[in-house]
């Protein structure tokens, strides 16, 4: 899912839930607060993460953010598929 984040968003509250996430900056700066820790995102950045961590994530700024967000409610890493050269065009995990 593409969503764009607005600025100034207030925080929920820092929760966890069954899954796993992968976010992608697509365009802006995004403030992600997993655990303990508040991380800064910039365009081109990713965080992937369990999210029975605790978390939320916002604009970092005055600016909405635009990001990309894969959610898994299995609670698993998402699995990327490529194919390799020497594969003869079998599909392999990457």
Do not use: K
Not at 9 to 14: D, I, L, S
Not at 41 to 58: K, M, S
């Amino acid at each position: 899912m593409a969503a764009f984040v607005e600025p100034y968003r207030p925080a929920a509250g820092v929760h966890g839930h069954e899954g796993y996430e992968w976010l992608y900056v697509l365009n802006g700066r995004l403030r992600l607060v997993l655990g303990g820790e508040s991380i800064d995102l910039v365009t081109g950045e990713a965080a992937e993460f369990d999210t029975r961590i605790p978390h939320w994530f916002g604009a970092s700024g005055s600016e909405p953010v635009e990001i990309l967000a894969l959610l898994g409610t299995q609670g698993e890493r998402a699995h990327l598929r490529t194919t390799t050269p020497t594969s003869g065009g079998a599909r392999a995990e990457a």
